[in-house]
């Protein structure tokens, strides 16, 4: 079955690491996203790309960083830049605009 | 720019009431229109869209919802509550130049109670 998968789904992070999440989906989308939800503020845009090997900055890209070499993968890391990481994180994908979005089950950051 | 503004960030009912949560948009340009689900510690589902065409849109487990573009508004509603629907509701909207991604509203969590 087609979809899209995040891992891993729980990750804990020491202060001044950097850590990778992982995003793949075979839906074969062009575009793809990470948000960033936190309790009562809903899901912030974190970054997009809506082709490989293209990128654009969300409202909250600062700390963050992303890769898009394959159509499947689109990889999020949080850097050390990043003040407070602690959150929710979840991947999606679409065809288009018209469409919505698929998105996977999420990663929880917990910083400790 | 694009807003959307999710009146009351939680909603009580009785099991087989009426569920109706309110959403408001802002866009400069006609939008498109989101209503999602969320269940605990999971992704969102998308519960149904509006694009174009009828502006009274049918979508999964019993809910629609109607976009009015006079009141900038796109409410969900469901004619009986069932206790599998408490969870959480996001409207989102798509609009201007590109319609580069979706931006969110903050959440309607629902409470069905017995």
């Known amino acids: 079955d087609g979809g899209i998968t995040q891992s891993p789904k729980y990750l804990f992070r020491k202060e001044g690491q950097n850590v990778t999440l992982s995003c793949e989906q075979n839906?074969?989308?062009?575009?793809m996203y990470w948000y960033r939800q936190d309790p009562g503020q809903g899901l912030r845009l974190i970054y997009y790309?809506?082709?490989?090997?293209?990128?654009q900055k969300g409202d909250i890209a600062e700390g963050y960083s992303v890769s898009r070499e394959k159509k499947e993968s689109f990889p999020l890391t949080v850097t050390s830049a990043q003040k407070n990481p602690t959150a929710f994180y979840l991947c999606?994908?679409?065809?288009?605009?018209?469409?919505?979005?698929?998105f996977g089950s999420g990663t929880r950051l917990t910083v400790v | 720019a694009q807003s959307v503004t999710q009146l009351g960030s939680h909603v009580s009912v009785s099991e087989g009431a009426l569920v109706l949560l309110r959403c408001n948009y802002s866009?400069?340009?006609?939008?498109?229109l989101f209503w999602y689900v969320q269940y605990p510690n999971q992704g969102l589902q998308l519960l149904l869209k509006?694009?174009?065409?009828?502006?009274l849109v049918k979508g999964i487990n019993g809910f629609e919802a109607e976009f009015k573009k006079s009141e900038t508004s796109f409410h969900l509603t469901k004619p009986s509550a069932h206790m599998s629907d408490a969870a959480e509701y996001f409207c989102?909207?798509?609009?201007?130049?590109?319609?580069?991604?979706?931006?969110f509203g903050s959440g309607t969590r629902l409470q069905v109670q017995p």
């Open positions: 999606a994908s679409s065809p288009g605009q018209l469409h919505g979005y698929t």
């Open positions: 839906l074969n989308h062009d575009a």
């Open positions: 790309s809506q082709i490989v090997n293209d990128f």
């Open positions: 866009s400069s340009v006609p939008p498109y």
């Open positions: 509006y694009t174009t065409g009828a502006t």
């Open positions: 989102a909207v798509s609009a201007g130049a590109g319609r580069r991604a979706l931006t």
